[in-house]
């Protein structure tokens, strides 16, 4: 049978015209712009309302993409979803935590200039995502930007306006392909969880981690230093050995490749108890998403802690 692919149009820049207050989404219109480019491998096509500027979105998009994906997973080859670039990291690695057995390609793309604009790198970018979605050996999340693809769960928005904007930069760029088997597919769904994150920098003012910590938050992500190191600090162990044993405290490092191993410098050591869990070599937005996947599925952050730690 010949590949036919599902394309779930969610915004971004790739759709974007020209409005009086700057770059805002168009109904209809990438559709008729794909109409002219062909021949592209056989499509349906479902455009989200309202299309959003990536800055907007949330786990209830993700729920409606990973709904879509399922309720129409027999009937198509593979699934493309365009999206702005902004947030489509976080969206690839929600989308990798949320399709279980997975047997086909789900491939995320969007463009850094609108698909109207005469350098636009839109063509291609869809081309090669849908190419990939009409390619069973694909199966798993992955992201088409800029002549490359990326896994789905190891990818980083790193430059704010080059055509190729996004890196692999926790390991080499390889796409895992998802595992065979006979279960069918199932989705988890997203729920909003209150998260914080706390950046470390030099002179940082920690009653402001102290004031993060009275609020109701079930997990603080700490972005620390190098290998997961923070300040020797008495105030900070104090703060941290205060903090209510529920809370779930993540070790992630500011690196790029973040690779955190606590055990190295005795600056690390504060962040070594059963309380602490590390982000591992996750970056930012697939900790984030796993984080996200896991606080949906239960209230239990004994659980959460112990499904993170043997994910990392
Ligand atoms: N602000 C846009 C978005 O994320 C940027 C883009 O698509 O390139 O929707």
Redesign the pocket.
Known sequence: MAPKILILYT????GMCPTPEGLAPATGYLEKQLLKLSPLPDYDFIEFTPL????SMSPMQWNEILKNIFDHYESYTGFVVI??????AYTSAALHYGLNQLQKPVVVT???LPIGNDQSDAEDNLRLAMSTAANWQYAGVSVAFSGQLFPGNNVSKTDSSALDAFSSPAQEAVLKVSPDTSLPLAINRYKDTDMAVFYFFPGADLSVLRSMLKSEIRVLILKTYGAGNVPESEELREILVSADSELIIVNSSQCLNPNVDTSIYASGSLLTSEQVVSGGNLCHEALTALLLMLTSQSSDNLWVREQFKSRT
């Open positions: 915004g971004g820049t790739i959003l500027d990536s800055s999206h702005g670039t902004d947030t489509l969007g463009s850094m």
